[in-house]
């Protein structure tokens, strides 16, 4: 809750500051609704960065499955299920989509975990933790999979228990 009320801070009340307008409650409702994404509607559009500086648009995942996990190297959750999401990708890299999003760090330290991980599907960063937020992530690890159509059909904000439970997440978007 503490993540969402800093999210909420930091890109709705600031900014609304900033322009000196006051803003209802109402309002405040209204700007925290629209773009999150939420299970059974289309996943917002966003651009990612990956670690060579790449810019990706989460509208090429249109198409096929995507699993999208938000991670950090200081989230001991993180680290311990990076490798199990790697072994489902290697199964189901071609007929999935896998995005890793490093949130909140240095590109140094999410270098890092990549190497100390051996995972190979696309990573990416969300510095600004601007993504996360935009996929209603609450706490780490996060994780979102989206239908062919990049409908939101499954979004966990606390670590997958293992294989299986990511393997049906996946099997409820085809």
């Not at 559009?45 to 996990?69: C, M, R, Y």
């Not at 790697?86 to 270098?111: C, H, I, K, P």
């Not at 966990?156 to 409820?172: N, Q, T, V």
Request: aromatic residues 6%.
């Amino acid at each position: 809750m503490s993540v969402a009320l800093l999210v909420t801070w930091v890109f709705v009340v600031r900014p609304a500051a900033r322009d000196s307008a006051t803003i209802s409650p109402a309002d405040l409702v209204t700007k925290l609704e629209t773009g999150v994404a939420k299970v059974g509607e289309p996943a917002p559009v966003v651009e990612l960065t990956t670690f060579d500086g790449t810019t990706v648009s989460s509208s090429t995942f249109i198409g096929k499955p995507t699993v999208i996990n938000f991670w950090a190297s200081t989230c001991v959750p993180c680290v311990t299920e990076m490798p199990m999401i790697e072994s489902v990708y290697n199964d189901l890299g071609d007929e999935v989509n896998f995005v890793g999003v490093d949130v909140f760090e240095a590109a140094s330290l999410g270098a890092e975990m990549i190497e100390r991980t051996g995972v190979t599907y696309l990573q990416t960063r969300d510095e600004t933790h601007e993504v996360l937020g935009k996929f209603a992530g609450t706490a780490m690890p996060h994780t979102v999979v989206l239908d062919a159509e990049g409908r939101v059909t499954a979004m966990k904000s606390a670590a997958l228990r293992d294989e299986a439970e990511l393997r049906a997440m996946i099997d409820d978007a085809r």
